[in-house]
């Protein structure tokens, strides 16, 4: 379902990213359950990114982020 979302953004805003960033750690970690339970579709047609110590790096599910980057693969 939240890939219809991100699908519906992306046709309305091409050229945008979309940056997820919990107000917490616990909404994090929420985010990062939610990404990973849905890898499989996400992954298809979007990068994900976690940020983790200032840096963006390929999202990896047992990595805790403190935000997260999501982007059509052919951005």
């Known amino acids: 379902m939240a890939k219809k979302y991100i699908y519906d953004f992306y046709g309305e805003y091409p050229g945008a990213r979309i940056i997820v960033k919990g107000s917490t750690v616990a909404r994090n970690r ?37 935000a997260f980057l999501i982007e059509p693969k052919d951005f």
């Open 30 to 66: 929420l985010y990062r359950m939610g990404i990973t339970n849905n890898w499989d579709e996400i992954s298809m047609d979007f990068d994900v990114y976690g940020l983790r110590d200032g840096n963006w790096e390929h999202f990896e599910s047992r990595k805790d982020y403190e």
